[in-house]
Nanobody, 119 residues
Framework: QVQLVESGGGLVQAGGSLRLSCAAS????????MGWHRQVPGKLRELVAR??????DYLDSVKGRFTISGDNAKSTVYLQMNNLKPEDTAVYYC??????????????WGQGTQVTVSS
């Protein structure tokens, strides 16, 4: 089975930067969108950034600070996070949604990587 493997999380001070990476164990055919979500205890998981054929979308609070990039053909997606704030602290999950001919749509998730921003 295809797995999404994340890396790049860690502990940083406010104002610092991190770059999250996500790569599929096997090439995914029919990628529709790739994105990043985050979740903190007691809160709903929220979309942070997403990219697709129609462009990119960002959570309002991260606009101007985070940048999503990736390669559908390589089934890889990245999230560059600059000027991090304590409120960015969360577990970050990558997601790749695909729909290949003859098969049902599939939404795959990474295992999650912890990002902690200290003040």
């Amino acid at each position: 089975q295809v797995q999404l493997v994340e890396s790049g999380g860690g502990l940083v001070q406010a104002g610092g930067s991190l770059r999250l990476s996500c790569a599929a164990s096997e090439s995914i055919i029919g990628v529709h969108t790739m994105g990043w979500h985050r979740q903190v205890p007691g809160k709903l998981r929220e979309l942070v950034a997403r990219m697709g054929s129609g462009g990119t979308d960002y959570l309002d609070s991260v606009k101007g600070r985070f940048t999503i990039s990736g390669d559908n053909a390589k089934s890889t997606v990245y999230l560059q996070m600059n000027n991090l704030k304590p409120e960015d602290t969360a577990v970050y999950y990558c997601n790749i949604y695909s729909w290949h001919r003859g098969k049902s749509p599939v939404s795959r998730w990474g295992q999650g990587t912890q990002v902690t921003v200290s003040s």
